[in-house]
């Protein structure tokens, strides 16, 4: 009936969930919620549950959408700015320019490898999320020479893409763990 310390056993799930959200960053909060809602919005899309969006506003409303769950995500995350903000403050007062720590940071191929495998949702929606974007990006720039269709094609591809790319990062995190934790008892 009870899980650890006497509680409810759903407000273990709770405390996972809250244990996730404290260690979850920003961007990966974002990139989550894009790629949710965005995937989910596609299949209603496709489903006819709601209108398929056509030309440059379908490619238009994705970056609108990537705006607001970026402000939604960032309201809940001003604590977590506050603290990083006070953090450098204390840095830069301290004259920390040579912070022994940052001289002995990896690589940034491997700081990046990181951010995108170190947890598979989180990186297979910060690549979604990157995909997604670049397209849209790319499609508004070049819409004098060839203007953009949108339609329920857009959708699908939506859909086939985040599929693809779950698929595809789910080998390349294992990779990265196994990797990490090699190199993590070589230098033990």
Request: charged residues 20%.
């Amino acid at each position: 009936m009870s899980s650890k310390g006497g509680s409810p056993s759903n407000l273990g799930l709770v405390a996972r969930l809250r244990a996730w959200w404290d260690d979850s960053p920003f961007l990966g909060d974002v990139a989550v919620g894009f790629a949710v809602v965005t995937v989910v919005n596609s299949v209603m899309m496709l489903t006819g549950l709601d209108e398929p969006k056509t030309g440059s506003f379908a490619y238009v409303h994705l970056l609108g959408r990537l705006g607001i769950i970026t402000l939604i995500v960032g309201v809940f995350h001003l604590g977590d700015l506050g603290d990083r903000v006070a953090a450098w403050r204390q840095r830069a007062r301290a004259g920390d320019r040579h912070d022994p720590a940052r001289r002995s940071s990896p690589p940034l191929r491997d700081r990046i490898l990181g951010f995108l495998l170190d947890r598979w949702l989180e990186g297979s929606a910060r690549v979604y999320t990157l995909a997604v974007t670049s397209v849209c990006l790319v499609v508004l720039a070049l819409a004098q020479v060839r203007p953009p269709v949108g339609g329920a094609e857009l959708y699908r591809n939506l859909v086939s893409l985040a599929v693809l790319v779950l698929l595809l990062m789910l080998p390349m995190t294992r990779w990265y763990r196994r990797r990490s934790r090699i190199r993590a008892a070589r230098s033990a």
